[in-house]
Every structure is written in C-alpha cells, then in structure tokens.
C-alpha cells in the first residue's frame, strides 16, 4: 500500500478518535459540541457543493437529492445528540466501539 494511503487512514483514525474524546470531556449539554461538529463538516463540504453546482449545473441534480441531503443532515444531528447523551453515562471505551458499529 502508498505510503500517502497509510499516513491518511492513520491520520483519519486519530482525528476521528479524538474528536469522540472531546466530546466526552465537554460538560456542557453537547448542544455546542453538536453545533462545532456539524458547521465544521458544513464549512468542509459545502465549498465543494458549490463548485460541482457551478462546473455542473442545479440540474445535473436530482430533485431528489435535496431530501436525501435535509434527511441526512438531520440524521447526523441526532447521531451526534445520542452520542453526547451516551457518553455522559458511560466511557469513551464503552460506547466509541459501539457507535462505530452500530451502522454495519
């Protein structure tokens, strides 16, 4: 395998770990981390969306897809509630495994 290919899954895996271990060790509600977490995935994705809708076009979509696109975001969200109520009863080694999991 590249090297570039390891380094990326290795850098990925740590990001991932890590941003569960903040979400764990913030006290508050989880409302911010909820609010962090997705305007952070929303400011990574959203310049790419714009590019393909400007190089492609608003019809080479779906109509569609703009459901799929609100059902996902709302599905995220209450991932990311359940996620932050989860780890204020239990510990990162509990439920990370299992949050991992649970989509397979």
């Not at 290919?5 to 941003?19: D, E, K, Q, R």
């Not at 492609?56 to 996620?83: C, R």
Request: aromatic share 14%; proline share 4%; charged share 5%.
């Amino acid at each position: 395998m590249d090297f570039l290919a390891i380094a990326l899954v290795v850098f990925s895996a740590v990001l991932h770990a890590g941003w569960n271990i903040l979400g764990k060790s913030h006290s508050g509600s989880g409302v911010a981390f909820t609010m962090a977490a997705s305007l952070s995935a929303c400011g990574v994705l959203t310049p790419y969306l714009i590019w393909y809708l400007t190089t492609l076009g608003w019809t080479s979509l779906p109509v569609e897809f703009w459901g799929m696109l609100a059902f996902s975001g709302i599905a995220q969200i209450v991932y990311l509630v359940g996620l932050i109520m989860a780890y204020k009863h239990a510990d990162v080694g509990v439920i990370y495994p299992i949050a991992r999991a649970l989509p397979v």
